[in-house]
């Protein structure tokens, strides 16, 4: 049973516009989230992360906004590049144990010039 | 860069023969990884290593054996490999908190 989901495979965003992606969970021992992404034959980057602690991170044009009573989250792009173009993971983890991850389907971002 | 490689990149097999993946790191990390990435699923774990000799099983490990006797080495086991083990297999390493860094990947295909 998926414990992240994504719900949208795909999303087009014109260049310099805001992308949202966005990102559901459902074990509520989830207490740390990322967003990673990868480019095709290339392993996925990490690219930003939030701890259950706080409801918003930033790092540049990259935000992600978690919504605990929702157990959703939320990662904004802006303004969005052509080289942003992607597809976008979210995952989860407890920060007991070995810290595994479980990411969800993923979204594929495409920014059009 | 978290100084991950994996080998073979690529590799394609027949059912029911074995297969070795191998994971190096250059960084001393504890924490070794293996994922696998299917469409509709995303990153499943596979099993993960917290130590030399000190491994466990993860979402996805029937099927899957790992040994680690080095810490800059994590191998990944298909005893008798299947087509439903065709996948692109990915290494990851924690750094950091809880963030971990991946390899590039071995895209295997079992015909």
């Known amino acids: 049973d998926q414990q992240v989901k994504q719900n949208s495979p795909s999303l087009s965003v014109q260049e310099g516009r805001i992308s949202i992606l966005n990102c559901d969970y459902t074990?509520?021992?989830?207490?740390?989230f990322l967003w990673y992404k990868k480019y095709p034959a290339e392993g996925p980057t990490f690219l930003i992360s939030?701890?259950?602690?706080?409801d918003k991170n930033e790092d540049g044009r990259f935000t992600v906004f978690l919504n605990k009573s929702a157990k959703h989250l939320s990662l904004h792009i802006v303004p969005s590049q052509p080289g942003d173009s992607a597809v976008y993971f979210c995952a989860a983890s407890s920060q007991t144990g070995a810290n595994n991850l479980f990411f969800g389907t993923g979204t594929r971002l495409t920014v059009i010039p | 860069d978290a100084g991950i490689t994996q080998s073979p990149r690529h590799k394609v097999t027949e059912t029911g023969t074995p297969v070795t993946l191998r994971c190096h790191q250059t960084?001393?990390?504890?924490?070794m990884y293996w994922y696998r990435q299917d469409p509709g699923h995303g990153l499943r774990l596979i099993h993960y290593?917290?130590?030399?000799?000190?491994?466990d099983k993860g979402e996805v490990s029937d099927g899957y054996s790992v040994s680690r006797s080095k810490t800059e080495d994590f191998l990944l086991t298909l005893e008798s490999a299947t087509s439903s083990q065709t996948s692109v297999y990915f290494c990851a390493i924690t750094q950091g908190s809880n963030e971990q860094y991946f390899g590039p990947g071995t895209r295997l295909t079992v015909t």
């Open positions: 074990n509520s021992m989830f207490d740390y």
């Open positions: 939030i701890s259950s602690i706080k």
């Open positions: 960084e001393n990390h504890r924490y």
């Open positions: 290593s917290y130590g030399v000799k000190d491994t």
